[in-house]
């Protein structure tokens, strides 16, 4: 019998207040080598690649890419520190979900807080996020060129990159993509086996 893994759904509470309520969201973003929204899903038992490129603007150094992309399951595997297991589930963030997101992410002024790497706790200097927007065919917004294939709803980021070290660490192909760090609530709705999983994130893409 093929084996089901749970989907969770991500939501911001609201109900919450101060620290706890400031603590969820996006806290920072990540320049990183292999992107959680982009690679880690593609997990599958035919380990099926699929990736998505950054768009580089090199004169104005540039980059842009999503960071957050609408109803695609993402996969983890973390473990369980109470009982020593390893749990696999899926991640979802709804169209909705992300609306709410950005917004509480703009309003915590969280742009200058960019790190390379989700291994360390030192910020970049010289880099920033000046622009974040998602997708929304019924507000007359447009996924960027190169990522029209993705579902509406996506959260899309770009940053300006005048650090010289870290645009040549780009340029020479050792960071690949932009990632998030943050809290969020987490709701289980549905079990899914792989191959219901592939069928959504396929029919997501659009390929």
């Known amino acids: 019998m093929e084996k089901k893994l749970p989907i969770y759904y991500a939501s911001i509470n609201e109900d919450l207040n101060g620290l ?10 990540a ?10 899903w593609l997990m599958f038992s035919e380990q099926k690649h699929i990736e998505f490129k950054m768009a580089l603007q090199e004169e104005q150094r540039i980059v842009t890419a999503p960071v957050i992309i609408a109803d695609l399951p993402i996969y983890r595997k973390i473990e369980n ?9 899926y991640v979802v963030y709804k169209k909705e979900t992300n609306m709410q997101v950005l917004q509480k992410y703009m309003l915590d002024g969280n742009q200058k807080k960019v790190k390379l790497t ?8 010289g880099v920033f996020v000046f ?10 917004i447009s996924a960027p ?17 005048n650090n010289d070290d870290i645009w040549n660490e ?4 050792k960071v690949k993509g932009i990632s998030l760090e943050g809290f969020f609530d987490l709701e289980q709705e ?14 997501l893409i659009r390929k």
């Open 20 to 29: 706890e309520l400031k603590q969820q969201g996006i806290q920072n973003i």
């Open 31 to 40: 320049l990183v080598d292999s992107p959680a929204m982009l690679t880690e």
């Open 81 to 89: 520190k109470e009982t020593k297991t390893i749990e696999e589930f």
């Open 118 to 125: 989700h291994d360390t706790s030192d910020l970049s200097k």
């Open 131 to 140: 622009e974040i927007f998602m997708s929304d065919e019924s507000r007359g």
């Open 145 to 161: 060129k190169g990522f029209e294939n993705l579902s509406d709803g996506t959260i899309y980021c770009s940053m300006k990159i």
């Open 170 to 173: 780009v340029k020479a192909g």
């Open 190 to 203: 549905i079990d899914l086996t792989e191959q219901q999983v592939e069928a959504i994130i396929n029919d």
